[in-house]
């Protein structure tokens, strides 16, 4: 199997000598292995500083040109319009400011996140549509350009999201972990799949911008709301379960054939187990959005319904 760059005899691994290293590869320990192992990791992480810092560095610029530039009368709007679904509640100057801080930060990270989600999605439709077939240890210019993309936008996401919350912190360095070890590089295949899921953004932040504004009805609204739901399900549903499960019988299949060496193993299972996490997250996400559509419909046909027949709409005795 072959180790490197698509359509090349191999790619440069380490700083040392990395042909002598990957002809070695087969009579080496499992810890001497694990050494190699690093010492690839080591080297891209060196080699790739400039592009996953630049991006990092451009999610980061953008982060903070957004919190200098976002309209304060925006903020305020949308600030009335939350306080507007909770009339029991008043907000005190402290609380006022909390909640500005609050918006801007939901707006902040739908914007970073949208413009990070067109960028990966599109070359990632466009890799897997027209790029050629990857073996688990191959990659292309454009996979490496999308690891390294991915690897800022978690840069980006550790630095400005560690507050929000556990969940969102261990979201952020799982997925750093995932796609730096990528970089050796690991699995850029199946970083296409992955990379694509992300064509659903920025029709969610969408959605969520429209709720805010108060634009919850109309044609845009629906498009938006279908149109998450129709792309949920052809990129992280129909399509990235079954790639998930190519994926997973070659992956084994690799292993019990030596492909996959013994000190390999263990991030192949590593990435085994976060695929497995991501298609149940995926498929139980798109349970509750089925489950809303039918309570949505059941609702409204018992509105026509009531409207429609007035016996059903006069009150009980």
Same mark, same amino acid.
């Not at 909390?98 to 439709?125: E, G, N, P, Y």
């Not at 990379?195 to 805010?212: G, Q």
């Given at each position: #199997?072959?180790? $490197?760059?698509?359509?090349?005899?191999? =790619?440069?691994?380490?700083?040392?000598?990395?042909?002598? &290293?990957?002809?070695?590869?087969?009579?080496?320990?499992?810890?001497?292995?694990?050494?190699?192992?690093?010492? %690839?990791?080591?080297? /891209?992480?060196?080699? !790739?500083?400039?592009?996953?810092?630049?991006?990092?560095?451009?999610?980061?610029?953008?982060?903070?040109?957004?919190?200098?530039?976002?309209?304060?009368?925006?903020?305020?709007?949308?600030?009335?319009?939350? #306080?507007?679904?909770?009339?029991?509640?008043?907000?005190?100057?402290?609380?006022?400011?909390?909640?500005?801080?609050?918006?801007?930060?939901?707006?902040?990270?739908?914007?970073?996140?949208?413009? #990070?989600?067109? /960028?990966?999605?599109?070359?990632?439709?466009?890799?897997?549509?027209?790029?050629?077939?990857?073996?688990?240890?191959?990659?292309?210019?454009?996979?490496?350009?999308?690891?390294?993309? =991915?690897? $800022?936008?978690?840069?980006? !996401?550790?630095?400005?999201?560690?507050?929000? $919350?556990?969940? @969102?912190?261990?979201?952020?360095?799982?997925?750093?972990?995932?796609?730096?070890? =990528?970089?050796?590089?690991?699995?850029?295949?199946? =970083?296409?799949?992955?990379?694509?899921?992300?064509?659903?953004?920025?029709?969610? /932040?969408?959605?969520?911008?429209?709720?805010?504004? !108060?634009?919850?009805?109309?044609?845009?609204?629906?498009?938006?709301?279908?149109? @998450?739901?129709?792309?949920? @399900?052809?990129?992280?549903?129909?399509?990235?379960?079954?790639?998930?499960?190519?994926?997973?019988?070659?992956?084994?299949?690799?292993?019990?054939? $030596?492909?996959?060496?013994?000190?390999?193993?263990?991030?192949?299972?590593?990435?085994?187990?976060?695929?497995?996490?991501?298609?149940?997250?995926?498929?139980?996400?798109?349970?509750?959005?089925?489950?809303?559509?039918?309570?949505?419909?059941?609702?409204?046909? %018992?509105?026509?319904?009531?409207?429609?027949?007035?016996? &059903?709409?006069?009150?009980? %005795?």
């Amino acid at each position: #199997m072959k180790r $490197g760059v698509a359509g090349t005899e191999h =790619a440069t691994l380490t700083l040392v000598n990395p042909c002598t &290293l990957i002809k070695m590869a087969p009579s080496l320990s499992f810890f001497q292995g694990i050494e190699l192992v690093m010492a %690839k990791l080591y080297y /891209h992480l060196r080699m !790739d500083f400039k592009s996953y810092g630049g991006y990092a560095f451009f999610y980061i610029v953008l982060s903070l040109a957004i919190d200098a530039t976002f309209p304060l009368s925006w903020l305020d709007a949308l600030c009335r319009h939350e #306080m507007g679904k909770k009339h029991d509640i008043k907000l005190t100057d402290s609380g006022r400011e909390v909640m500005r801080k609050q918006k801007k930060i939901q707006a902040r990270t739908s914007i970073v996140a949208t413009v #990070m989600a067109i /960028h990966v999605s599109v070359l990632s439709l466009y890799g897997l549509l027209f790029g050629p077939t990857l073996d688990f240890f191959s990659e292309t210019p454009l996979t490496r350009h999308l690891v390294n993309v =991915a690897v $800022g936008f978690f840069v980006w !996401d550790v630095l400005f999201c560690w507050n929000q $919350g556990i969940v @969102f912190l261990a979201h952020g360095l799982a997925c750093l972990a995932v796609f730096l070890m =990528a970089l050796s590089p690991y699995f850029h295949g199946m =970083a296409l799949v992955t990379l694509l899921f992300e064509a659903s953004t920025p029709f969610l /932040h969408a959605r969520k911008a429209l709720i805010d504004c !108060d634009l919850a009805k109309g044609r845009l609204f629906v498009f938006t709301e279908y149109g @998450f739901v129709a792309v949920f @399900f052809l990129t992280r549903i129909a399509h990235g379960l079954y790639a998930c499960v190519v994926w997973w019988l070659k992956v084994e299949a690799a292993i019990a054939t $030596g492909d996959i060496r013994e000190w390999e193993t263990p991030i192949a299972r590593m990435y085994q187990s976060m695929c497995l996490l991501l298609s149940g997250l995926n498929c139980y996400w798109f349970f509750l959005m089925a489950r809303a559509i039918i309570v949505v419909k059941e609702n409204k046909s %018992k509105k026509f319904q009531t409207e429609k027949n007035p016996i &059903l709409s006069q009150p009980k %005795k």
